[in-house]
């Protein structure tokens, strides 16, 4: 069974930086696509970024030039460097993982298939 588990969420002031970290368990995700999504109160869970197996990497407009993803296979471990954070991006932080292995990214939660627990990030203005 896999269980991935964030940590480094916080409460940071608006243009500080923040990493948060996924490790995974069960099994090797090397060659999974390895996600990060966040949900604000009240508002549906969206795509931030994604990596994929050969560590092509993906984000969505809001955090693009601001948040790298990263991966380190050999610690089975996601990260994501989060920089000139916004009051916008306070949410909870979520990690996900796809099952198939080498598969292409998604943007979409339901295409993944571990979750997580997440981790509350809070920007200050």
């Known amino acids: 069974q896999v269980r991935l588990v964030e940590s480094g969420g916080g409460l940071v002031q608006a243009g500080g930086s923040l990493r948060l970290s996924c490790a995974a368990s069960g099994r090797s995700l090397s060659r999974n696509v390895m996600g990060w999504f966040r949900q604000a109160p009240g508002k549906e869970r969206e795509f931030v970024a994604a990596?994929?197996?050969?560590?092509?990497?993906y984000f969505a407009d809001s955090v693009k030039g601001r948040f790298t993803i990263s991966r380190d296979n050999a610690k089975n471990t996601v990260y994501l460097q989060m920089n000139s954070l916004k009051p916008e991006d306070t949410a909870v932080y979520y990690c996900a993982a796809d099952r198939q292995l080498s598969g292409s990214v998604a943007v979409t939660a339901t295409r993944y298939d571990y979750w997580g627990q997440g981790t509350q990030v809070t920007v200050s203005s």
């Open positions: 990596i994929n197996w050969s560590s092509r990497t």
